[in-house]
């Protein structure tokens, strides 16, 4: 039986239509949260499987809780300001802020456009911030709140010298400037909010996860010794969906986080254990 945690609660999860934040709206969803999912797009993506449409017809087969999807563009400022008070308006008060979704272009920084940097720039880093912002005041004034910054351990610097050539380390530069710059402010707001109740933390993923998205830009070099399942990043996030106020301001990698708080891995209707536990099962 899924334990309501999140009862009476309201979150709001972004790159919800496919992939991770599929997976933790529908987490979010079956353990009682209300959840505004956000994208680009409504319906169908041009190349890639899922839809917002889609997760919220999963969502709503999960329980009886208010849900809603709002179509908004992160790289757009005056777009996403329209993000939470439509939230609040569709569902109450934000409780949950799950910032997922994220530009990912991968290229050489060598030739790296400067359009593709602002985009990569806007989504990945001042759209958590904006979001963050416009959340803030309500959990203050409630006393606590809950902001997940998901993040990439292609924020950490590439070994060397010597330093290999080839890997997806070597086009992933940019990117994971913009998800250190993340990290950084995250903690940097979390020690602004201490002591309000209101938790700031990132999390990324210790090894691949193979979304659709991951399929199409990075399947080549992540073999099955370098993936964790879905359902294990996704258990993380949810545990910092509800954690203490003295976890504020950390950067977490996802199955490092689990061992840490010994959590078992579940399905994302949140029933039962998940059958690869850390690891993706192959069907």
Request: proline content about 5%; some cysteine.
């Amino acid at each position: 039986m899924v334990a309501n945690r999140f009862e009476g609660r309201n979150a709001v999860v972004t790159g919800a239509s496919r992939g991770i934040g599929t997976g933790i709206a529908l987490r979010l969803a079956a353990e009682g949260a209300g959840v505004a999912i956000v994208a680009r797009t409504r319906d169908a993506h041009a190349s890639l499987p899922g839809s917002l449409n889609e997760t919220l017809d999963e969502m709503r087969k999960l329980g009886d809780g208010q849900h809603v999807a709002i179509v908004a563009d992160l790289a757009d400022g005056e777009d996403r300001a329209r993000i939470i008070p439509e939230a609040v308006e569709a569902l109450g008060p934000i409780d949950i802020l799950v910032s997922n979704a994220a530009a990912a272009i991968y290229q050489d920084l060598a030739d790296y456009p400067l359009r593709r940097r602002r985009i990569m720039q806007e989504v990945n880093l001042q759209a958590p911030i904006d979001l963050a912002q416009a959340v803030i005041p309500g959990m203050r004034e409630r006393g606590e709140g809950w902001i997940i910054n998901v993040s990439s351990v292609t924020s950490e610097h590439s070994p060397g010298p010597p330093y290999a050539q080839g890997e997806l380390s070597t086009i992933t530069a940019y990117y994971g400037a913009t998800k250190a710059a993340l990290n950084r402010a995250t903690n940097g707001m979390a020690a602004e909010l201490w002591g309000s109740g209101i938790r700031l933390n990132t999390i990324a993923p210790r090894a691949g996860v193979m979304t659709p998205g991951a399929e199409v830009l990075a399947s080549h070099v992540l073999t099955d010794d370098l993936l964790e399942s879905l359902e294990a990043m996704v258990e993380g996030v949810v545990a910092l969906c509800d954690c203490e106020p003295e976890r504020t301001g950390r950067s977490y990698l996802s199955l490092d986080l689990l061992d840490e708080l010994g959590r078992t891995v579940m399905t994302l209707d949140g029933r039962e254990p998940y059958p690869g536990g850390q690891r993706p099962v192959r069907g």
